[in-house]
């Protein structure tokens, strides 16, 4: 049973300040990614990783940083967090050459 | 550019009634088409993949080319299938990003 997991449920955080979103797997998939939840807008890709020290940007990815020093941990930076970055927060993995992604439970950021 | 659309944000049946969610999308080519689905409080999963064929739930999607159209459908809807579903596209090959529609809301009342 893949098991992906999100370092907050809920973060708080004030604009300007640094912010770090931790997702960590447990079933050694190569692939990892992180998309922000939006009503009305859907699921949107920030970054993904197809391996350790690996990213790429998706489709929505200023205001972001990524890194991925070890092959479980995917971590999202804000480098200063704004308002307009207030949403939910997904990461997902998947093994390499296969299809399905398997989710993590989400972060909700609030950003003041 | 590949995109998928899903025409209603919102949609609403009793239960027992059929249950159709639409799902266009853009690609020149043939892409690969998923389902995924987030009930409440319950993190996002895959529902089903167009390439298998399988019915998950109750849930079938067949895959239109002409239509470039992947709908969800389900002939008797459950109180318990209320959730918000996603339709998502990929190049085929299993090792590409997906693009995921905007997503429509399934409310079933009972």
């Known amino acids: 049973d893949v098991k992906v997991t999100q370092s907050s449920r809920y973060l708080v955080k004030r604009t300007g300040e640094k912010v770090f979103l931790e997702c960590v797997q447990d079933?050694?998939?190569?692939?990892m990614f992180w998309y922000r939840q939006d009503p009305g807008l859907g699921l949107r890709l920030i970054y993904f990783?197809?391996?350790?020290?690996?990213?790429e940007k998706g489709d929505i990815p200023e205001g972001y940083s990524v890194s991925r020093e070890k092959k479980e941990r995917f971590s999202l930076i804000l480098e200063s967090a704004s308002t307009n970055q207030t949403s939910m927060y997904l990461c997902a993995t998947r093994l390499a050459g296969t299809d399905t992604q398997y989710f993590g439970p989400g972060t909700r950021l609030t950003v003041l | 550019a590949q995109r998928v659309t899903q025409p209603e944000k919102l949609l609403s049946v009793f239960k027992g009634a059929p249950v159709e969610l639409k799902c266009n999308y853009s690609y020149s080519g043939s892409p690969e088409l998923f389902w995924y689905v987030q009930y409440s409080r319950q993190r996002l999963q895959l529902l089903l993949r167009?390439?298998s064929r399988e019915s998950i739930k109750g849930f079938t999607a067949d895959l239109n080319k002409g239509e470039t159209s992947f709908h969800l459908k389900k002939p008797f809807a459950q109180e318990e299938d209320s959730a918000m579903y996603y339709c998502?596209?990929?190049?085929?090959?299993?090792?590409?990003?997906?693009?995921f529609g905007k997503g429509t809301k399934l409310t079933v009342n009972p």
């Open positions: 079933m050694d998939h190569e692939n």
């Open positions: 167009h390439i």
């Open positions: 990783s197809y391996d350790v020290k690996m990213k």
């Open positions: 998502a596209l990929s190049r085929p090959g299993g090792s590409e990003k997906l693009v």
